[in-house]
């Protein structure tokens, strides 16, 4: 249990359900888990795994991100705005 005042992590992004959802519809299997990103999403055609960062268009990455980002250069954790760049990049892997 976290300490008394401690703040969790960071909020779901709002349009998270539109882009989890549009996923699904393209067949995406996506699961919503919280680091290193917010979805992890199967791709069944290129049977490749990506993990996405959901942001809204105003969002930025938080300290906590960018020092994941700093520590791992080789990761690839795309940060997507809308559903449809999020299924550019699923398709892309």
Known sequence: MPAKNQRQDARRDANEPEIVKHLQVH????HRIGEPGDLLCWNPRSRHWIVLEVKT???????????YRALNPDADVPVVYTKEHALIEVKMR
């Not at 067949?27 to 996506?30: E, F, L, S």
């Not at 268009?57 to 020092?67: D, I």
């Open 27 to 30: 067949g995406i299997k996506v």
């Open 57 to 67: 268009a105003t969002g930025r990455l938080t300290p906590k991100q960018k020092a």
